[in-house]
């Protein structure tokens, strides 16, 4: 089946630092989504990316559907201590219907 | 309510007893989905409707797991004979439309199976 592998798995940065995490695939992915995750909660979605190449932001939050469609990263710039918790990639593969695949997750923690 | 709302929050069962957990997703929602999140994990795909029909149930990791939405609104995850590695949060999520990736979330309801 399609496995993600996303890293790092944990991050501890300084509070106006930036944060980049990845994903890869090992099959093609038609779309390619990240969630922000807090404890108790359910994932929140942050930004959704639908093209080859597409890079799209959502406030200090950037995201990139890579060429060869079998990866995605997302960036943080200037992390505040809201940004705290757990961030996940998630694709839908070309065969997979309506349902994501997701990654294991990084948790990203920001000392204020 | 305004989001997927899921009950109970927290269930405790003893193994070998039987669970259902409850989704109210967002009024009007095609789609609905079941994850399934063990601890440390991202979450897995248990079953996906839409309206009524169970369009995917691939997910599902034994025939103990039943997933149903009669009236293509509220649905019931139903796990049978409940064993300790049942234990993880359920999460249900729903969307507009049938190819609509954009899922809403529920908070999850997290099930220990002692």
């Known amino acids: 089946g399609q496995q993600l592998n996303q890293s790092p798995q944990s991050m501890f940065i300084q509070e106006g630092e930036d944060v980049s995490m990845n994903c890869t695939s090992s099959?093609?992915?038609?779309?390619w989504l990240w969630y922000k995750q807090e404890p108790g909660e359910g994932p929140v979605l942050l930004i959704a990316l639908y093209k080859a190449g597409e890079l799209t932001s959502n406030g200090r939050l950037t995201a990139q559907f890579g060429i060869t469609r079998k990866d995605s990263f997302l960036n943080i710039s200037a992390s505040i201590p809201s940004d705290v918790g757990i961030y996940f990639c998630a694709g839908q593969g070309e065969t997979s219907g309506s349902r994501l695949t997701f990654g294991e997750g990084t948790q990203l923690t920001v000392n204020p | 309510g305004a989001g997927v709302s899921q009950s109970p929050r927290y269930k405790v069962a003893k193994r070998g007893q039987d669970v259902a957990l409850r989704c109210d997703p967002i009024s009007g929602h095609v789609s609905l989905f079941w994850y399934q999140q063990a601890l440390g994990q991202g979450p897995e795909f248990l079953t996906y409707f839409q309206n009524e029909a169970q369009l995917d149930k691939s997910g599902l990791p034994s025939d103990r797991f039943f997933a149903e939405r009669p009236e293509g609104s509220v649905s019931t995850l139903k796990i049978q004979r409940t064993q300790q590695e049942d234990s993880a949060v359920y999460l249900c999520?729903?969307?507009?439309?049938?190819?609509?990736?954009?899922?809403?979330f529920g908070q999850g309801t997290r099930l220990t199976v002692v």
């Open positions: 099959s093609i992915f038609n779309t």
């Open positions: 999520a729903s969307s507009l439309e049938w190819r609509n990736t954009e899922a809403f």
